[in-house]
């Protein structure tokens, strides 16, 4: 006889084992449960080794991309960037020369009297003056408050 009590003792048998390894299912057994939508775009169980087969995506390139054409810079390097900044240069200095040429007697006039009046305020002396005011207010327990005015000049 068995040391367990009455209610298990019918389990457990002597000659036999009462469950066979085979009568186990375990959870890892079972097929699990995917939720796939249907023709009506519901969701419904269906079981995982009955999906239908995904085919694997293909790896995609995520380096960053050159900001600049490569094809560009090279361009730019054999020569190219050169005669675009020459070019550029002689444009600005058509622009400058064209501007002097437009003045006219009027705008030379101006441009002497401008230059007159800048060299005149070489000469003058300049004052100045610096006056500051702090105030610091320290405020303590039960409503006092210490104010300190400094003036300096």
Same mark, same amino acid.
């Given at each position: ?54 085919p694997a995506t293909a790896p995609r390139d995520l380096t960053p991309q050159p900001v600049l054409d ?6 730019? *390097?054999? !020569? @190219? =960037? %050169? #005669? *675009?900044? !020459? @070019? =550029? %240069? #002689? ?10 040429a437009l003045m006219g007697s009027s705008g030379l006039a101006i441009l002497a009297g401008l230059i ?38």
């Amino acid at each position: 006889m068995s040391a367990l009590p009455e209610r298990y003792q019918r389990y457990a048998h002597t000659g036999q084992p009462a469950l066979r390894p085979t009568d186990i299912q375990l959870a890892d057994d079972r097929d699990p449960i995917a939720w796939v939508p249907d023709a009506y775009g519901e969701m419904v169980p269906m079981r995982r080794s009955q999906l239908p087969h995904m085919p694997a995506t293909a790896p995609r390139d995520l380096t960053p991309q050159p900001v600049l054409d490569p094809v560009a810079q090279r361009m730019l *390097a054999g !020569g @190219a =960037g %050169v #005669g *675009a900044a !020459g @070019a =550029g %240069v #002689g444009f600005g200095f058509h622009e400058l020369a064209a501007g002097i040429a437009l003045m006219g007697s009027s705008g030379l006039a101006i441009l002497a009297g401008l230059i007159l009046a800048a060299g005149s305020l070489r000469g003058r002396s300049v004052v100045n003056v610096r006056n500051e005011a702090h105030t610091h207010v320290h405020q303590k327990w039960l409503g006092r408050t210490e104010v300190k005015n400094q003036q300096q000049s």
